[in-house]
Nanobody
Framework: QAQLVQSGGGLVQAGGSLRLSCAASKDIFNDYGMGWFRQTAGKEREFVAAIDWNADNTHYADSVKGRFTISKDNAKNTMYLQMNNLEPEDTAVYYC?????????????????????WGQGTQVTVSS
């Protein structure tokens, strides 16, 4: 049974907005740090944003600061990534991530291969 289930994504013009969702089991949602990574063909998966297990802190890649917002909805056990002012360079497959290390900054420096859980991935395409 999938522990992280993603939804959202799609095709949008540059300057537009999209929202990604990641639903998790209650235990993961309450205890794990969670975040988003993205990957393009031939490149390594790169960090985008993360949020602490208790949502007290967030951490963003420099490339998305001021445009993307990560958040959690406790009532729905769901994490979101609101992406505004999208650029063609944001085109990638986006992955939801969760790790027992609950600190958002940890996920920002941890190699992707050490992340414990992944969602199934969702394509985001930004046209110019």
């Amino acid at each position: 049974q999938a522990q992280l289930v993603q939804s959202g994504g799609g095709l949008v013009q540059a300057g537009g907005s999209l929202r990604l969702s990641c639903a998790a089991s209650k235990d993961i949602f309450n205890d794990y740090g969670m975040g988003w990574f993205r990957q393009t063909a031939g490149k390594e998966r790169e960090f985008v944003a993360a949020i602490d297990w208790n949502a007290d802190n967030t951490h963003y890649a420099d490339s998305v600061k001021g445009r993307f917002t990560i958040s959690k909805d406790n009532a729905k056990n769901t994490m979101y990534l609101q992406m505004n002012n999208l650029e063609p360079e944001d085109t990638a497959v986006y992955y939801c991530a969760a790790d027992p290390n609950g600190a958002s900054q940890a996920m920002g420096v941890m190699p992707a291969k050490y992340i414990a859980l992944w969602g199934q991935g969702t394509q985001v395409t930004v046209s110019s």
